[in-house]
């Protein structure tokens, strides 16, 4: 196993595994960010309360 580290710089090697992974996990939590599930800017049933506003304009009578 040792002799992995003679072919990669194991500075480099870090350096790219640590960026790779932080790259990963910003994908990760965007994709989470874009579900009303998981989205915990929002909070839960924003999706939900967004469509109950809509409906009570639209029901709303206009005078």
Same mark, same amino acid.
């Given at each position: 196993?040792?002799? !992995?580290? #003679?072919?990669? %710089?194991?500075?480099?090697? /870090?350096?790219?595994?640590?960026?790779?992974?932080? @790259?990963l996990a910003?994908?990760?939590?965007? !994709?989470? #960010?874009?579900? %009303?599930?998981?989205?915990? /800017?929002?909070?839960?049933?924003?999706?939900?309360? @967004?469509?109950n506003?809509?409906?009570?304009?639209?029901?709303?009578?206009?005078?």
């Amino acid at each position: 196993m040792w002799r !992995i580290w #003679l072919i990669f %710089d194991p500075r480099r090697a /870090l350096v790219a595994l640590f960026a790779f992974l932080f @790259v990963l996990a910003l994908v990760i939590h965007f !994709i989470l #960010l874009s579900t %009303d599930t998981y989205n915990w /800017l929002d909070g839960p049933n924003s999706a939900q309360g @967004v469509a109950n506003a809509a409906a009570a304009a639209a029901a709303k009578p206009s005078a």
